[in-house]
């Protein structure tokens, strides 16, 4: 099946798993991102590479972005030689990073300046859950542009939640991530107690995993714990860092009390104080381990 040409700027951990997924859907993908070695990547991987947003833009209708800071976001929609340049009418930019509600909302505001719609819809997962093909998206914004994205954003996710007006793919994202951050805690502070305890943790995670004590963290994370394996990272501490900001910042906004996020975001402290930052999040297990004397 012939499909049109995809736009990708940002080949990072996240970007480059669903810019692959596109690329084995049939979709040529016209990507950009500052890091030469992940261009270098992308045109291994069967994409092609162009000089810069502006170029991307010109030749695709849909283009994704995946970035890491606000900063990024508008650099690549009106900056020099960003997507403002290269623009023709209609132009839907799918944003699928995990920003602040206000830095969505000047990016919205950015895309409409120059003809473009941006939609808000950050994706559910980690960078292994990318590669597997197994995000889930938080789509939200006008309707039109979500019918003609559609087509691009099932091709690198297995489920894609409609949130109706834009905004909400960023308030429903935050709070996933809320639960994210706590089970991931709880994930860790579990496995210490049973290690302590003299039980064998692949026991653990088989056992406990099939029963009401299972959760996505443990199943995820938690082999990555038992075996002290926090490298390749799936998601640094760096970037769980920004993302409690961003929840902390949210739930104060809609005065709504974090009391076990506010206690779990203190482990994620503690790492960066052991100089963890580039490290997986499941390294809080070791965190809790060295709290433990071990």
Excluded: W
Excluded at 73 to 79: I, K, M, Q, R
């Amino acid at each position: 099946m012939s499909r049109g040409p995809v736009g990708f700027l940002g080949l990072g951990v996240m970007g480059s798993a669903m810019s692959g997924h596109l690329l084995d859907a049939g979709f040529p993908v016209l990507g950009f991102d500052p890091d030469a070695g992940r261009r270098a990547d992308h045109a291994a991987r069967g994409g092609t590479v162009c000089a810069n947003p502006a170029e991307v833009a010109r030749g695709a209708d849909v283009v994704v972005t995946s970035l890491p800071s606000a900063a990024a976001l508008a650099a690549v929609l009106d900056g020099p030689d960003g997507l403002a340049a290269g623009a023709r009418p209609g132009l839907v930019v799918l944003e699928t990073s995990t920003l602040g509600p206000d830095t969505k909302e000047d990016g919205h505001d950015r895309a409409q300046a120059f003809g473009a719609t941006l939609l808000d819809c950050p994706m559910s997962g980690t960078g292994q859950q990318a590669r597997d093909g197994d995000l889930v998206a938080y789509l939200s914004g006008e309707d039109e542009a979500k019918e003609r994205a559609l087509p691009v954003l099932a091709a690198f996710t297995r489920a894609q939640y409609d949130l109706g007006p834009f905004g909400r793919g960023t308030a429903m994202k935050l709070v996933a991530n809320l639960l994210v951050a706590v089970h991931n805690a709880a994930a860790a502070e579990a496995l210490l107690l049973a290690q302590r305890a003299g039980l064998d943790l692949q026991d653990v995670l088989a056992a406990v995993g099939d029963g009401a004590g299972g959760s996505r963290m443990l199943q995820v994370r938690g082999p990555l714990m038992a075996a002290g394996r926090y490298d390749p990272a799936t998601a640094t501490v760096a970037t769980m860092q920004k993302d409690n900001a961003l929840i902390a910042a949210f739930a104060g906004s809609v005065a709504s009390p974090t009391p076990l996020f506010s206690a779990t975001a203190v482990l994620y402290q503690a790492a960066v104080a052991q100089d963890r930052l580039q490290e997986d999040t499941a390294c809080v297990f070791g965190v809790l381990q060295r709290l433990a004397g071990q």
